[in-house]
């Protein structure tokens, strides 16, 4: 089923939802904050409710579908897709834009620990002066050249300059509703020495774990914002097409978020607005979709060439102790 692009082009969002329940049992762990634990609110109707997932997490999570750990690559399937990969001196991958907490704005992309060279280039493309207008279409078509993933999640290029910003454009969290406390607990054993104190004998602990009425993962695309940018046609439709793929695949391979908070999903993906019976197509045809996309994004010379540019990382010296000349090693007596 294709993506029915001409229903999302006067719609400023599309807000989707999937109901979730656990594998297994009625209990999961949330996610949790320091100084804070659960997050937990009452809801103006008097329901009790329980953030499961924060919008940054799912953000992350959403990030890593497109990414094979095993190979350290993007997955096969979006071969050709833009990202900045970042190498150390002798050519070992470090990290990535596509996993990078600030993606293109990493440290080890624009700042002090990369080399100079790729965030001179960019500064070049985008005609960034200090002290002139921001030329956001070539900022946005800069984005779209080296990281596409760049527009989708958002960045804040203050390695450059502080005005240079993008605001996420999808979005989602998982939140629980009707939650009550399933309280337990457990021993970490010591079967050796069981009596020692300090925490390195035997220790009892109590755990804190939640069952619900419901649980909904929402997301959200900012198909204004997308509009927004003055990308070539197919270039928009690709932002489009990945961030529902996104959403797809997180649903179906993401969701154990923790040890004791494995879900799966209760039915499909839905739409709740527009509220004319947009559907979205399964994680295979928006698969093959973004494929198509990338290849014409490639013919007509929307991305960097090779697409995955490399970034050098600049290792810091270790420094010489006091007395130590450049050059010299020490030696035991």
């Not at 960045?155 to 509703?177: H, K, M, P, Q, Y």
């Not at 003055?230 to 179906?252: D, M, N, P, T, V």
């Not at 607005?273 to 197509?281: D, S, Y």
Request: contains cysteine; charged residues 30%; proline residues 5%.
């Amino acid at each position: 089923m294709p993506i029915d692009y001409e229903t999302l082009e006067n719609i400023p969002r599309l807000l989707m939802e999937a109901d979730l329940k656990p594998l297994q049992g009625d209990r999961f762990q949330p996610t949790g904050f320091p100084d804070l634990g659960p997050a937990r609110y009452t809801a103006p109707d008097g329901n009790e409710k329980l953030l499961v997932e924060s919008p940054q997490s799912v953000a992350n999570r959403m990030e890593w579908a497109c990414w094979d750990q095993g190979k350290q690559e993007i997955i096969e399937e979006l071969k050709g897709l833009p990202y900045i990969k970042v190498v150390s001196s002798d050519g070992k991958h470090v990290t990535n834009s596509l996993l990078e907490a600030h993606r293109i704005n990493s440290e080890y992309i624009m700042g002090g620990k990369a080399s100079e060279q790729f965030k001179s280039l960019f500064e070049e493309e985008i005609e960034y002066r200090k002290d002139g207008r921001v030329n956001w279409r070539k900022f946005w078509d800069a984005l779209f050249k080296y990281d596409p993933n760049s527009l989708l999640h958002g960045c804040f290029l203050e390695e450059i300059g502080g005005r240079l910003r993008v605001t996420r454009a999808i979005s989602g969290f998982i939140e629980a509703t009707g939650v009550r406390e399933a309280e337990s607990g457990g021993v970490k054993n010591n079967i050796v020495q069981p009596e020692l104190k300090g925490g390195e004998g035997n220790v009892p602990y109590h755990r804190t774990e939640f069952t619900a009425e419901r649980i909904t993962a929402f997301f959200n695309l900012d198909l204004a914002l997308l509009r927004s940018y003055g990308l070539a046609e197919h270039a928009k439709k690709l932002l489009i097409a990945l961030a529902l793929f996104k959403i797809r695949r997180f649903l179906s391979t993401g969701l154990r978020l923790r040890t004791a908070c494995d879900l799966g999903v209760v039915g499909d993906l839905k739409v709740t607005r527009p509220e004319n019976g947009f559907a979205i197509p399964d994680e295979h045809h928006l698969l093959t979709e973004c494929q198509k996309l990338i290849e014409e994004c490639r013919k007509t010379g929307l991305f960097a060439k090779p697409p995955v540019t490399e970034v050098k990382w600049q290792e810091e010296k270790k420094k010489r102790k006091e007395g130590e000349r450049e050059g010299t090693e020490e030696t035991e007596e």
